[in-house]
């Protein structure tokens, strides 16, 4: 595909990604909170790096149920940091146990997807750079949840964790105005 993003390649993972999933519109809580914690472990890290571990992290994890997690005790963090598989960080794998905790407080309140889309009123925003060089690594509104969350208790959702989740499932359109999966991901926004 000519003209994808630049951040998009060369490997064959990245490109899929890319072309699949990446800024498509993402309604499903637990799927959101997947992502969510994806991001937060790759904090200091490349996306590839997460991206080649994916399948290892729903193992390990899993399925990231956060039901599930949200019982987790240090031997499951004992357990996880002897996996090879996955990103071994005590402070992000503590994290994710605490973040499943605060999942499950707002999917029982409101709705974590309904939580995340209100702030957006629903809709995807459809952003215009032309080059990665314009896009920003944190805006207003990603500072904003990323303080919202904390307040119920995430960690490892710093704003410019926030703005990368916020691009990877669809909150915002961040495809470059030349990516042929601009229009692609913005005729899915249409359809909500």
Known sequence: MDGR???????QIYVEYHDT???????????????????????????????????????????????????WGDAEVERLLQNAGIIRHRGKIEATIGNAQAWCRIEDRIGFDTYLWNYMGGTPLQNSFKTLADVPAATPLSTQISKDLKKEGFKFCGPTIVYAFMQAVGMVNDHLLDCPSREHCARLALRQ
Do not use: H, M
């Open 5 to 11: 993003c630049g951040w998009a390649g060369p490997e």
């Open 21 to 71: 999933e990446w800024g498509v519109p993402e309604y499903d809580a637990r799927t959101l909170w997947e992502k969510l914690i994806l991001d937060g472990f790759q904090a200091g890290l490349s996306w590839i790096t997460i991206l080649k571990k994916r399948e290892n992290f729903r193992e390990a994890f899993q399925g990231f149920d956060p039901r599930q997690i949200a019982t």
